[in-house]
């Protein structure tokens, strides 16, 4: 079974599930959770991340969407937040579990590469990630994405999970997104205005072959902008849910 955190009361209608990034963790939303007013929000630990241990299996998108599946079926339908490998599973749930989902906000996610470039990907790239050491993973993280030095502890225990292996399966699932083509939930997809332009064209084939989809781009955002702009990302995820409207901050 996976870890997850709960923040704010369980009684509040309109419970907001987050699904991290790609070798982060669900501590990475306590900033905005906290910020979000007493709202119901519960911060998953994908498989392979954070606290989820071993009896959580291998992080696989079956795997994944079994998982969170079954936190679903614990709550009536929830508002689903996902940062992008997060929100790759975000855009699963969307078609296999539409029943228990309200509305759905993703941001900095893929809309699927081929599986030539994630094999590309983990010949190249994920052996990386058993020379590194942790410091040198976190430190990088940090420095590339301007994440506030209070969140170094977290990023440092989230970094002593990451190992070529995970990196490969990580790369594996984002070559396997299927896109809800039928979709009748308000999603919302932003992409940070720092990302680069595979990001942001990725978010347009979102939009254009996604039902029921609006777009925006945070200004001065990167990938992981929730780090440096809780209070934004929390207002954005506020109006959305409650809403169904884009923040006036958004281009």
């Not at 777009?215 to 955002?221: E, L």
């Not at 990938?223 to 849910?241: C, M, N, Q, R």
Request: charged share 20%.
């Amino acid at each position: 079974m996976l870890y997850y955190s709960e923040y704010g009361n369980a009684e509040t209608k309109g419970t907001i599930l987050f699904l991290h990034g790609g070798g982060l963790s669900g501590e990475m939303w306590e900033g905005v959770a906290h910020k979000l007013h007493g709202r119901h929000c519960i911060a998953v630990d994908l498989p392979e991340h954070g606290e989820s241990t071993a009896e959580a299996g291998l992080l696989t998108t079956d795997n994944c969407i079994r998982q969170v599946g079954m936190i679903l079926q614990k709550y009536e339908a929830v508002h689903v937040v996902g940062l992008s490998l997060g929100g790759a599973l975000a855009l699963h749930l969307l078609a296999s579990h539409a029943d228990n989902i309200k509305s759905a906000v993703i941001t900095g996610t893929a809309a699927g590469i081929s599986k030539t470039t994630a094999m590309l990907m983990n010949v190249l790239a994920a052996p990386l990630y058993s020379l590194m050491s942790p410091e040198k993973i976190a430190a990088s993280m940090m420095k590339n994405y301007r994440i506030p030095e209070q969140h170094k502890p977290s990023l440092l225990r989230d970094a002593k999970r990451i190992n070529a292996g995970v990196v490969r399966r990580m790369h594996t699932m984002l070559s396997e997104i299927k896109l809800p083509y039928n979709n009748n939930i308000p999603l919302l997809v932003l992409v940070g205005e720092e990302e680069n332009r595979i990001a942001k064209q990725a978010a347009n084939k979102l939009l254009s072959q996604v039902p029921k989809s609006t777009g925006g781009i945070v200004r001065g955002g990167n990938h992981v902008w929730s780090y440096g702009k809780p209070d934004l990302f929390a207002e954005v995820i506020e109006l959305w849910t409650n809403e169904n409207r884009r923040h006036a901050e958004l281009k």
